[in-house]
């Protein structure tokens, strides 16, 4: 990855925009985690019994996961012809637009079956801007930064996710502690929602403040002359092994996170009998331990690798998948906390990386592309089934044990994945 150094100041200013824009983005992709956890069930499947409502429930969960490769499709070839800024900015702007009108959307008991057709529709729409999001933000980041400067840049994107955590947590501690139950189910779940209005002004700074990324402006000027390439169709023919490896890298990573976000808090409050706001502060301090790690271990990457990082934090996940809920089924909220942070800490030695990482595994011509399609692929096969899979492992074998057994699978497929691509912190 070849990169010219900016200028201090437009470099601070894009890494703060992409901080805030990814945080507020993600955070409008994981509140709906918790409100399917929490109020979706008998907002939206009044008649299922408690455990199918709840599956129903993290089902349109997934249907967000599922658009999220189309998301990585479509945006990743307008990434690559028209550039990163662009693309990027549609996908800001259609999240904010979704996630607000579910804050609006009206529940079974007033339009019946419209209303959860009518989630899954915007569940799919924050997927597929999720899904092009990611690509636009970390390569911005890192296709900006100098030489020896892009695992960290790149972690000012990926901290938006435990950021986006940690402020949908205090959204929903808010809500249920300021109002009743009542008021909490009528219309307080909607703010949460409503705010992601918030997002606008961050689009109009980019759109109007930063420039595109120095590598895409160099190679729009060297095609200038040449019809544009097809980067979709090219990364799919030529880069298939790196984009399934990739993907492998991000397995065991987005399974504990989507255990301990979504699955945890179904499993802790209707289970273990824990009040939810007592877990939502576990998982709302446990992300807060999370930030630090991803931006030392993308720092730490620049110097070490990114493959040491990202198999010292496999190695750790699969060794703590099955201490994780030996804890958590104490039902001790010290020891729930230390079970999540313990889990965060290793899935941030990956995650940090692997902004940095998956850019420089393709060429600048397919790079969004390539890069999208592998962290995509993996929301889609783990990520938002995962609450799903959590849910149905428990109600098939009833033991906890079972989950720990899925998240060792996952930290495997990651540690082999890493093993099997090269090392790339000194490409370019």
Not at 337 to 348: L, Y
Not at 376 to 388: E, K, N
């Amino acid at each position: 990855m070849v990169s010219v150094a900016p200028e201090k100041n437009t470099l601070r200013r894009l890494m703060a925009a992409g901080l805030v824009g990814s945080s507020i983005e993600w955070y409008d992709f994981f509140i709906y985690a918790t409100a399917a956890a929490l109020v979706f069930p008998k907002l939206f499947f009044p008649e299922a019994t408690p455990i199918v409502g709840l599956l129903l429930s993290f089902s349109t969960f997934w249907a967000g996961f599922i658009a999220r490769p189309i998301g990585g499709l479509v945006f990743g070839h307008v990434g690559d012809r028209f550039g990163r800024k662009p693309a990027l900015v549609i996908c800001l702007a259609l999240m904010a637009a979704a996630t607000f009108l579910i804050g609006l959307l009206p529940t079974s008991g007033t339009i019946g079956v419209g209303a959860p057709l009518l989630l899954v529709l915007l569940r799919f729409l924050q997927g597929i801007a999720v899904g092009g999001q990611w690509g636009g933000v970390v390569l911005l980041l890192t296709e900006s930064a100098g030489a020896g400067k892009r695992g960290f840049a790149g972690t000012f994107g990926q901290a938006g996710v435990p950021i986006g955590v940690f402020l949908g947590n205090v959204a929903f501690i808010l809500a249920t502690t300021t109002m009743s139950k009542e008021a909490f189910a009528a219309w307080g779940w909607r703010v949460p929602f409503l705010a992601s209005a918030l997002l606008f002004p961050v689009v109009l700074f980019i759109q109007l403040k930063v420039e595109d990324s120095p590598v895409f402006r160099e190679l729009k000027e060297r095609r200038s002359d040449t019809p544009a390439p097809a980067p979709l169709k090219e990364a799919l023919r030529t880069h298939r092994k790196p984009i399934l490896l990739g993907a492998g890298l991000m397995f065991a990573s987005n399974a504990i996170f989507y255990v301990s976000i979504a699955g945890v808090l179904s499993y802790a409050t209707a289970t273990l009998g824990l009040s939810r706001e007592s877990v939502l502060i576990v998982s709302l301090l446990s992300s807060v331990v999370s930030i630090p790690v991803i931006l030392w271990a993308g720092h730490a990457s620049d110097r070490l690798g990114r493959r040491p990082l990202i198999i010292a934090g496999a190695i750790g996940l699969v060794v703590w998948a099955f201490p994780y809920f030996l804890l958590v089924d104490t039902a001790s909220l010290l020891w729930l906390f230390v079970a999540a942070t313990v889990g965060g800490i290793a899935s941030s030695l990956v995650y940090g990386p692997i902004a940095a990482y998956l850019g420089e595994l393709f060429e600048p011509h397919v790079r969004y592309s390539g890069a999208s399609l592998a962290y995509q692929l993996a929301s889609i096969l783990v990520s938002g089934g995962t609450p799903f899979i959590m849910t149905a492992l428990l109600g098939a074998t009833g033991t906890s044990m079972s989950v720990s057994a899925f998240l060792c699978l996952m930290g495997l497929v990651t540690l082999f994945s890493a093993l099997k691509l090269p090392e790339t912190h000194r490409v370019g």
